[in-house]
């Protein structure tokens, strides 16, 4: 969780992006993952969703973009 949360205020200390609390970004950031790192969510939506990738990309790009809400 430090890392994340490390990562997130690097990113606002250089405008990338716009939070006021790192660790509460960091804390729903990683929330917001569980789903592609949890063994058993994982082997779920292998077997069940077809194309893992093009979901993780989606939510990828939807924590990037709560990262930047104003």
Known sequence: ???IENIIE???????????????AARSA???FVPFYHPVLVEER???AGNAE???GEQI????Q?????
């Open 10 to 24: 690097e990113g606002a200390d250089a405008g990338n992006f716009n939070v006021i609390d790192a660790a509460l």
């Open 61 to 64: 790009s939807f924590i990037l």
């Open 30 to 32: 990683m929330n917001a």
């Open 54 to 56: 093009e979901g993780l």
């Open 46 to 48: 292998l077997r069940n």
């Open 66 to 70: 709560a990262l930047w809400w104003e």
């Open 1 to 3: 969780m430090a890392i």
